[in-house]
């Protein structure tokens, strides 16, 4: 749900969901409509309490059947071990949207809880709730036009991408370490954050028996990014694993992603990232 800019709600209740003229729902009334009730929901959520329950579509599910019925293949060939081994633990259903409160139950043990936001939240709410035990996720669903793309983080993002890794222990010690650091983060730090957690839980890749893996969530749970994840004609580039650059580096997320950082494998990731966020716990000298 990681997202540089402020959220994008406005004041106005009858449009609480503000969509660009270029998003596949910006003329489909239905679709404005449904946003700001699934909006409303998440605004009028008071912390302590369970996530609200959505009543989802037919078509919502439908949407939801097609993108897995895309992506469960691409999962097999394509997502580092350990994403899968976490993906078999929480055996999410395919054929209808989970709830918010149950994922939380499938979850529970680890210790990080899902509860809803309205729309795109900014990289520090959304990286101090980390160090609070609190991922902030949205539930609507993306346009049944395009069910494979979304020019922003929906339920299917949410879910297949970030819930399924809370069950890889590896994923929710980094989280939290991420929180932590974002707790006591001055504006550098907090960008230098922001970045990092985009190019290794959102968009990390790693070599994996001589090929490439994902295990960030943006890349599992994106037809097409993945989908061309093992192609010469990618359209990302990929360059080395380094945690300084990574944490220079923009990135747009609104458009395929320009570069990948590859690690030499998954566990050397953990211990390098691991190992940066605790160098960046530690008070400054002096």
């Not at 409303?40 to 097609?66: I, M, N, S």
């Not at 297949?160 to 001055?186: C, K, M, N, Y």
């Not at 990014?225 to 359209?235: C, Q, T």
């Amino acid at each position: 749900m990681l997202e540089p800019a402020a959220s994008n709600l406005p004041s106005d209740a009858d449009h609480l969901v503000a969509l660009d003229p270029d998003h596949p729902g910006f003329r489909d009334p239905i679709y404005r409509a449904r946003r700001n009730a699934i909006a409303k929901l998440a605004l009028d959520h008071r912390d302590g309490t369970p996530p609200p329950f959505v009543a989802y579509t037919e078509q919502e599910h439908e949407v939801w059947r097609k993108v897995w019925d895309h992506l469960a293949p691409l999962h097999a060939t394509r997502a580092v071990r350990e994403w899968r081994a976490a993906a078999d633990r929480l055996q999410l259903h395919r054929t209808w949207i989970p709830q918010l409160a149950e994922v939380n139950e499938l979850t529970r043990r680890p210790g990080i809880a899902m509860l809803p936001v309205a729309g795109l939240i900014s990289a520090e709410g959304f990286l101090t709730g980390l160090g609070r035990g609190v991922f902030r996720s949205t539930q609507y669903m993306r346009h049944h036009s395009m069910p494979l793309y979304t020019p922003e983080p929906d339920v299917i993002h949410e879910l297949v991408g970030h819930a399924t890794s809370f069950l890889a222990p590896e994923i929710i010690q980094l989280s939290r370490s991420f929180g932590e650091v974002a707790l006591r983060a001055d504006p550098a730090m907090m960008e230098r954050l922001e970045r990092l957690y985009w190019y290794t839980l959102e968009f990390g890749v790693a070599l994996e028996a001589g090929q490439i893996k994902a295990y960030g969530a943006g890349l599992l749970s994106s037809f097409g990014e993945l989908g061309e994840l093992d192609s010469p004609s990618r359209r990302a580039h990929l360059r080395p694993f380094d945690l300084d650059v990574m944490s220079r580096t923009p990135y747009d997320p609104t458009s395929y992603q320009a570069q990948l950082f590859v690690a030499p494998s998954f566990a050397e990731m953990v211990r390098q990232l691991e190992a940066w966020l605790a160098d960046a716990r530690r008070p400054a000298a002096g």
